[in-house]
């Protein structure tokens, strides 16, 4: 049996690596520098760079990478070798504090949104020291920002950590007015559960759809998908366990916490999800886990997919984003206590994300918008477009009694009878969890389940820690102009409530009657990601982020094209690849099956034999077959209008509108083809392939 706490973070520059290997002073300079942000001599800079740098070639390092997350969505990395001449012939493994502190990638191919020429190729990448180095495949990856020669972000890492130091701040404010005069730091904390499918790579390589577009762009629906719900929690099978044991040593080595992994709902869907860890951690260690899931699949001879929809009418896969609030104290500012009603930090904490989430339910929004997951939002796995916030039936009354200035009898907690005597009662959560809510209050965090499966975590709390900041600040700039604290506190609390009361919904957000609802009650349903992202740059929204300096408007705009432009691009390749496999693929299939049929035909009737299927059958597939062409000409002829468009948000619109429009008419035909064509004559991987081949 393997060491198991042996082997977590074996692969780690991790504090305790610091403890034992940096001179004390060094070390406790650093802990500073993590603890509070404060800048870094490079006299200390130098002395940790060499103590990597020995500590990872022990490990097997021969390279050093600065390991960013550019506006791609994915990871990037540039390697250098530790080499460098002694000027005898010979070489020696060197690696400075400049090193360490700063390198210089090629910024100008990577998305900047207008924010760089294309001939302005200078950009920086600069340590971040509160998240660890770590040696991966003979490399040692030293997490950074990204930024260009003008100092304007150009990474998902860089917001994020201006958000967390927003969240910090205002957290602070609101703690020293309750007497958390220890409290020196509130971080964001976030535990993401990260769905997935796992395929067998014999198939995956059959499917052009799948790779170009990481979704299948046809598929007949197969006899049995996920009606029967008998996957969900299943018995794993052998040869996917094998992939999760060794994907969770991998994932171990490099200090991620995983914990939990199951079969999810949908055939060949799974699920991992790991223990809570600061926000920024959170989002470094996403990345790896999407990076390793991928290349351990492909050890084990599967093909993993992180598209929020790969497969029409069953489940898509998100990344249900869990947020919480800690100070170092180790005190979750979400938890509720025995008595909610009676602890008012709690109540001015859940109301100021109340406030926050109705807001700025635009920005949440949009911080999930892509073309994959418009696909996922609103099927019966996944919530839909419209925000919403559940926090369950308890705190409904409370809030209610608040705002009514009616006594609230605080209930005991309820006893579960769960039927069998031999099993112990256990008390009642304060919330059931609504699992089609958007954003559901869950004890002591709230879920945010819009993410898709493929997302940086980035992109989600940099909203969420930013409109959390600002209504903090807001409350704050209240509270502390208070000579009664208690008497404002409960005014304060009863007006944000009877303010933002329209956002709480803790029923069936599913139902058609919610849509409704939500329409009466002027919360947007902001169904598709052109229609959203128009949203980011209002007024509000732009001051929102520089008044907590987490985005210039400059910085803003870049996005806003970048994610218009991926849109856009998603939906054109998506468009080819159909084009492509109609005429290479499903007409060829269709004719060789014709011509079986017309020869049946002619054979029969020279036996005077009855033809009435052979006959029918062809005749439906002729239809079909005119049909298809004359969708497969509209299809083309939207695309190549797209040229016509200039306007980044008109092409959106346009895709959205036109071309989405045209592949979905499309697809219709090609899926009943594909049900009256024999199957040895169809020639792509059906869903029943796909889904059941491991």
């Not at 090629?106 to 340590?127: C, I, K, V």
């Not at 495949?137 to 020669?149: E, H, K, Q, V």
């Amino acid at each position: 049996m393997k060491d198991i706490p042996g082997l977590f973070g074996s692969m780690v520059f991790n504090d305790k690596v610091m403890s034992e290997r940096l001179p004390k002073d060094t070390y406790l300079s650093l802990k500073r520098t993590i603890e509070t942000g404060k800048h870094l001599d490079l006299d200390v800079a130098n002395v940790v760079a060499n103590a990597m740098k020995n500590w990872a070639i022990e490990k097997g390092a021969t390279h050093y990478s600065h390991w960013f997350q550019p506006l791609t969505g994915v990871t990037a990395e540039k390697h250098d070798s530790f080499i460098s001449p002694s000027g005898n012939g010979d070489i020696i493994m060197e690696f400075s504090g400049k090193e360490l502190v700063r390198g210089e990638p090629d910024a100008s191919s990577f998305p900047s949104g207008g924010l760089r020429a294309t001939f302005e190729a200078r950009g920086y990448t600069a340590w971040d020291p509160t998240s660890y180095a770590f040696v991966k495949d003979g490399t040692l990856y030293i997490p950074t920002a990204f930024c260009s020669y003008s100092g304007d972000a150009l990474d998902k890492k860089t917001p994020l950590l201006r958000s967390m130091e927003a969240i910090d701040k205002q957290a602070l404010r609101i703690l020293k007015l309750f007497g958390n005069e220890g409290v020196k730091r509130v971080v964001a904390t976030v535990g993401a559960e990260q769905e997935y499918f796992l395929i067998d790579t014999g198939m995956y390589k059959k499917r052009p759809d799948l790779i170009y577009c990481g979704r299948t762009l046809f598929g007949a629906k197969p006899p049995k998908g996920q009606e029967m719900e008998d996957h969900y929690f299943g018995a794993i099978k052998p040869r996917v366990s094998a992939f999760m044991k060794e994907l969770e040593e991998e994932l171990w080595k490099l200090g991620v916490l995983a914990k939990t992994k199951h079969n999810e709902v949908a055939p060949a869907q799974h699920e991992l999800a790991p223990i809570y860890t600061t926000v920024n951690i959170a989002t470094d260690h996403n990345q790896l886990t999407m990076e390793l899931l991928k290349t351990v699949a492909n050890k084990h001879n599967f093909t993993c997919l992180l598209h929020e929809k790969p497969f029409e009418g069953i489940s898509g896969s998100g990344k249900h984003n869990n947020w919480s609030l800690c100070t170092d104290t180790g005190v979750n500012l979400f938890e509720p206590g025995d008595t909610p009603s009676r602890n008012a930090q709690f109540l001015l904490f859940l109301t100021a994300v109340i406030k926050a989430v109705d807001e700025y339910q635009d920005l949440l929004r949009i911080s999930v918008a892509s073309a994959g997951n418009d696909h996922r939002l609103g099927s019966n796995e996944a919530p839909p477009a419209i925000i919403s916030i559940f926090i369950g039936e308890e705190l409904t009354e409370i809030l209610e009694s608040i705002e009514n200035g009616t006594l609230y009898k605080d209930k005991q907690k309820r006893q579960m009878e769960i039927g069998a005597s031999v099993l112990p009662h256990f008390p009642r959560d304060n919330t059931d969890r609504n699992r089609t809510s958007p954003f559901a209050f869950t004890g002591d965090k709230f879920e945010f389940r819009m993410v898709g499966s493929n997302f940086s975590l980035a992109d989600p709390n940099v909203v969420l820690n930013t409109i959390v900041a600002e209504s903090l600040s807001e409350f704050a700039d209240m509270l502390e102009k208070s000579n009664n604290l208690k008497e404002d506190l409960n005014i304060l609390v009863k007006n944000t409530i009877k303010k933002h009361k329209r956002i709480i919904f803790n029923g069936n957000n599913y139902s058609k009657e919610w849509v409704k609802e939500a329409e009466k009650r002027g919360l947007l349903n902001l169904a598709t990601t052109p229609d959203a992202l128009p949203y980011f740059l209002s007024d509000k929204n732009v001051r929102l982020f520089k008044k907590h300096n987490v985005f210039s408007k400059t910085e803003m705009i870049s996005r806003y094209e970048i994610l218009l432009e991926n849109y856009s691009k998603t939906i054109h390749i998506e468009a080819l690849t159909m084009l492509d496999l109609v005429k290479k693929e499903v007409i060829p299939s269709v004719i060789k099956y014709q011509n079986v049929i017309s020869d049946t035909i002619i054979k029969k009737q020279s036996l005077n034999l009855c033809i009435d299927l052979e006959k029918n059958l062809i005749s439906r597939i002729s239809e079909l077959s005119g049909l298809l062409y004359i969708r497969l000409q509209s299809l083309e002829n939207s695309v190549s209008e797209l040229k016509n468009n200039i306007n980044s948000l008109e092409t959106a619109k346009f895709c959205s509108n036109s071309i989405l429009k045209s592949m979905q008419s499309l697809r219709f035909v090609v899926d009943e083809l594909e049900t009256l064509t024999g199957r040895e004559y169809w020639s792509l991987p059906t869903y029943a392939d796909l889904l059941y081949s491991v």
